[in-house]
């Protein structure tokens, strides 16, 4: 089991073009999430997934979408890139939406937009 | 608004002694509260969940409380070693919208 997998590792970006993180997860679970990770912030949701074809946003969406393409993928875009979204990129997923439920993590996804 | 607010500053702590860590919560009051451990470059770990009619929980040489009356939540590493050197974050959540706190970096010396 590979878990949560993510790619790119690392991405750097000019201001204003687009680029599509994906992420997998082979555990089949139903829920997906995308948070970003900056120094000091802590991990702030930005979309997240509650099952196979159902997207919601989370604490701080704008700048970014998402899809669901499968029980297995979720996409984040950035579709004009901004040096304010120069982040780390955590992907996780959990067996069902909810609280009680433990998230896995991917190992990131290192983003510089210049 | 929400807000969850962990010890800002880094923990450095000798091998054998006990690190506490605290997590405060305000303006809501979560039914569960996760923690978990990151490491450099890595995505978190899951190591707890304790819920709010459950005072304290236990795991090997970690005990975490929870108090809905303080809207705290401590979280202590006993017999600590080098090897806990890590940062861990808490999630208090009621709403799995909620993101995490900003985390607290333990810094275990042998």
């Known amino acids: 089991n590979a878990g949560v997998t993510q790619t790119p590792k690392f991405q750097v970006l000019k201001t204003g073009q687009s680029m599509t993180l994906q992420c997998a997860q082979d555990?089949?679970?139903?829920?997906m999430y995308w948070y970003r990770q900056d120094p000091g912030m802590g991990l702030r949701l930005i979309y997240y997934?509650?099952?196979?074809?159902?997207?919601d946003k989370g604490e701080v969406p704008n700048g970014y979408n998402v899809s669901r393409l499968n029980k297995r993928e979720f996409s984040l875009r950035l579709e004009s890139a901004a040096p304010s979204q120069t982040s780390v990129y955590f992907c996780?997923?959990?067996?069902?939406?909810?609280?009680?439920?433990?998230?896995?993590f991917g190992p990131g996804t290192r983003l510089t937009v210049l | 608004s929400q807000k969850i607010e962990q010890n800002s500053e880094a923990l450095n702590i000798q091998e054998g002694k006990t690190a506490t860590l605290t997590c405060n919560y305000t303006?809501?009051?979560?039914?569960?509260l996760q923690w978990y451990r990151q490491d450099p470059g890595r995505g978190p770990v899951f190591l707890l969940l304790?819920?709010?009619?459950?005072k304290e929980k236990r795991k090997e040489r970690l005990k975490v409380t929870f108090d809905t009356t303080l809207k705290q939540s401590l979280f202590h590493i006993t017999a600590s070693q080098p090897a806990d050197s890590a940062t861990y974050l808490c999630?208090?959540?009621?709403?799995?919208?909620?993101?995490f706190g900003a985390g607290t970096t333990v810094t275990v010396r042998a």
């Open positions: 303006n809501y009051s979560p039914a569960y």
């Open positions: 999630d208090p959540s009621n709403d799995y919208k909620l993101s």
């Open positions: 997934s509650a099952s196979e074809g159902t997207t």
């Open positions: 304790i819920r709010e009619n459950e």
């Open positions: 555990m089949n679970h139903n829920s």
């Open positions: 996780a997923s959990s067996e069902q939406p909810g609280d009680d439920n433990e998230q896995f």
